[in-house]
């Protein structure tokens, strides 16, 4: 016995103290209840197949969503995800240049600013409270003469000529996946790749109500799916796309090589090149 107790052996107060934990959780809870604000109008959006934007949420929406994705980030993202796309980490290290697309607050734009200091970044979102967000994050992080952050949709953003572009989070809430994917490959250079970074969950329905699923498919209620159906074309994938539907979207928007690189229980990585 080590003479502490077992809380203190399993350090739970991570999960409540700790916003550099992946095991942080505060971030899970205030997306729950500043999503459950919508229950109203998205009650009445379900009887319309309206859809109810991400941007028409409550303001905790957005600050919750960064305190959840952001511990997963900094634990994976440098030391994991990029390093199991192809070739990837050398461009970044020698000098490359990056979107963020879907950025939201730009927690994952910043941190690959912070670790690849010859790159340059940009974030989109079509959001434009999170944008202002964002940049305030930027200054605070001192970072600010490497990255900007712009108001654009996926499928409008004007940079070209990208080694890389990200999507963390961000294509299954959107209503023209294809069109965003096709845009993609339009805005990437020759050897260009595409990270698609998406919340974990097998094909089938049945593979998914584990504890990780549940709680998307409960945010996929309140959040994604009426995110997706407030937009053109309205796909609608929600949180639980899974492999088969992802690949089905990145090759018809004209990608020819698609793999799942890497995953931990919250997310999948795939990479999508020409
Ligand atoms: C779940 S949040 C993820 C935000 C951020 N990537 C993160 O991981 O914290 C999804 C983001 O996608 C953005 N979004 C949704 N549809 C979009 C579109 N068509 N074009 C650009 N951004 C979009 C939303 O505004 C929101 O910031």
Redesign the pocket.
Known sequence: MSGRTFYEDTRCDVALTDEKSPAYLPGAFLVAISALRAVPVITEKFLTGEGLG??EHDHGV?RG??LF??PG?AANLVSSWIPSLNGVEAKLKAGAKVAD?????G??TILMTQAYPHSTFVG????DK?IEMARERAVEAGVSDRVKFEV????EYSGTDFDLITF???LH???DTVG?AAHVLESLNADGTWMIVEPYAGDRVEDNPNPVGRIYYSASTL?CTP?SLS?EVGLALGAQAGEARMREVVTRGGFKRFRRTTETPFNIVYEAKR
């Open positions: 991400w941007h957005f969503t960064e994705f952001k980030y697309v879907g950025c939201g607050l927690a994952s989109y979102d079509y959001h999170s654009a949709s996926a499928k963390f989070d961000s809430d959107m209503g965003a959040l995110a937009q």
